[in-house]
Structure formats: C-alpha cells, structure tokens
T-cell receptor, first 112, second 109 residues
Framework: AAGVIQSPRHLIKEKRETATLKCYPI?????VYWYQQGPGQDPQFLIS???????DKGSIPDRFSAQQFSDYHSELNMSSLELGDSALYFC???????????FGPGTRLTVL | EDKVVQSPLSLVVHEGDTVTLNCSYE??????LLWYKQEKKAPTFLFML????IEKKSGRLSSILDKKELFSILNITATQTGDSAIYLC?????????FGTGTSLTVIP
C-alpha cells in the first residue's frame, strides 16, 4: 500500500539559506500535518492543511511557510535558516482531521 | 521491503487493566526503535530503545526490545482513562523513519 512520501530524505544547508521540504500524502487523504522533532525532543506540531486550506497552526516560525496544492501534496518552505532549525521534519496525512494520522519517513535537515 | 507492524490495531480495556502493545519490524539497517503516544496533535516521545533485553521504565509504562526476534513491546499497567491514545512505534534506520500504523487504546472508566 502507498504510504506518505517525503523528499528529500536528507538535506544539508548553511545558515541563512532556504530549504523546501515536500510531502506527498497517501492517495485520497485530504489532510496534511507538519511536525518538527529536534534531537531528543518531542515532535512539535507546526501546521496542518485540510482541503488545501490551512486548518491549524502550531509553533511554526514566521520564517517558515507552507501550503497544500491542488493534488494535495504539501511543501514546507524555510527561509533564513538557523542552526536551531536542524531537526527531523515529519509529515503525516489523514482522511479528514479526526482520523488516524499516517506518518512519512521524515526529512533530516542539518543546518551548518 | 522495510516495514513496521503494530498489533493490535485497536484495544478497549477497563481502568486498572494491564495492556501489552506489540511492534515488530523488518528493516535492513536498524539504529533504534521509538515509542510515541499521540492524543491530539503532536506525538509525545515515550521511549527510545537501542539495545536488546534492557527494559526502559517510566511510571506505569515500560518497554523492551528484542533485536533477535525483531520486536518490541510496550506495557502499561494499572491503565487510566488518560492513557487513551494512539501509540505509535517507529524504527530509525539512519536513512529514514518507518512508522507503524499505531495501536488505538481506549480505557473505559
């Protein structure tokens, strides 16, 4: 069965650069969630989209933006990267906002 | 194909019961196994296991890893209604995380 796809798997950037992370939800899933997990920390909810509209906003920095496209994939854009942005970024998808979330494999971002 | 399988998919118990959640895995390069509890939004980290046979414990929760048989269990004793959640298991291969589909636990008063 198809799962959530994230790309890239690994990304290394320098401070002040920009990065774009992509998430492709499970087919027919209409809701996408983004999480950031720092080393040894709980995942932090960043933002979610339902039917291409932002549905909820968590601790997403102003330097980050995200959107969900017509094919339901989502992109997380990160600008002016800081060392503290180094983390695992998970995307999850669900059918509707009340159903179980399925997690992607994550993107490991390292900011040097 | 790398995969993580959790069982049962769903569990309903009464307060005070003890539950055991299972996570089995097949991956080509094992680094660690992680357990999370997800109630509303973001999952909460519970345990990270890297070595076989060493039990990790936090209050009423405990977990152990068997790297020979490729599985882990999460035990919750004296369950409370606040334990109701989805429990996720994930395996870190260094290249990516593989998540199981989760076990939905409901604790009835």
């Amino acid at each position: 069965a198809a799962g959530v796809i994230q790309s890239p798997r690994h990304l290394i950037k320098e401070k002040r650069e920009t990065a774009t992370l992509k998430c492709y939800p499970i087919p027919r899933h209409d809701t996408v969630y983004w999480y950031q997990q720092g080393p040894g920390q709980d995942p932090q909810f960043l933002i979610s989209f339902y039917e291409k509209m932002q549905s909820d906003k968590g601790s997403i920095p102003d330097r980050f933006s995200a959107q969900q496209f017509s094919d339901y994939h989502s992109e997380l854009n990160m600008s002016s990267l800081e060392l503290g942005d180094s983390a695992l970024y998970f995307c999850a998808s669900s059918l509707g906002s009340v159903n179980e979330q399925f997690f992607g494999p994550g993107t490991r971002l390292t900011v040097l | 194909e790398d995969k993580v399988v959790q069982s049962p998919l769903s569990l309903v118990v009464h307060e005070g019961d003890t539950v055991t959640l299972n996570c089995s895995y097949e991956v080509t390069n094992f680094r660690s196994l992680l357990w999370y509890k997800q109630e509303k939004k973001a999952p909460t980290f519970l345990f990270m296991l890297t070595s076989s046979g060493i039990e990790k414990k936090s209050g009423r929760l405990s977990s152990i890893l068997d790297k020979k048989e490729l599985f882990s269990i999460l035990n919750i004793t004296a369950t409370q209604t606040g334990d109701s959640a989805i429990y996720l298991c994930a395996v870190d291969t260094g290249n990516q995380f593989y998540f199981g589909t989760g076990t939905s636990l409901t604790v009835i008063p």
